[in-house]
Nanobody, 124 residues
Framework: QVQLAESGGGLVQAGDSLRLSCTAS????????MGWWRQAPGKDREFVAA????????YYLDSVKGRFTISRDVAKTTVHLQMNSLKPEDSAIYYC?????????????????WGQGTQVTVSS
């Protein structure tokens, strides 16, 4: 079992930045990846970004490209999501997730472990 712990959420104004972090209790087996998802009230959970651990290949939701950057700290088993130029529509609970397969990273089924989530609220 792998536990994921998110941090860094908060309340900011439109145009501000936030940096989310997620640390895994241990490195999952295999060629794994980590990702960020978000869920706004009344909406389905939505893929935001993912990164493969070995090669650092990134994937992004189109609406966050150029504003969000996902990165990893291999030594600390930590993934970060730097969020710049935040918009009110970015408000959601952000979840960290880990995959042991690096397949279907844009789908929830592609992930094996999930964090508890951290709230991000962007005021206009």
């Amino acid at each position: 079992q792998v536990q994921l712990a998110e941090s860094g959420g908060g309340l900011v104004q439109a145009g501000d930045s936030l940096r989310l972090s997620c640390t895994a209790s241990r490195r999952p087996f295999g060629n794994y990846a980590m990702g960020w998802w978000r869920q706004a009230p009344g909406k389905d959970r939505e893929f935001v970004a993912a990164i493969t651990w070995n090669l650092g290949v990134n994937y992004y939701l189109d609406s966050v490209k150029g504003r969000f950057t996902i990165s990893r700290d291999v030594a600390k088993t930590t993934v970060h999501l730097q969020m710049n130029s935040l918009k009110p529509e970015d408000s959601a609970i952000y979840y960290c997730a880990a995959s042991t397969r690096t397949l279907e990273l844009r789908t929830e089924a592609g992930y094996d472990y999930w964090g508890q989530g951290t709230q991000v609220t962007v005021s206009s």
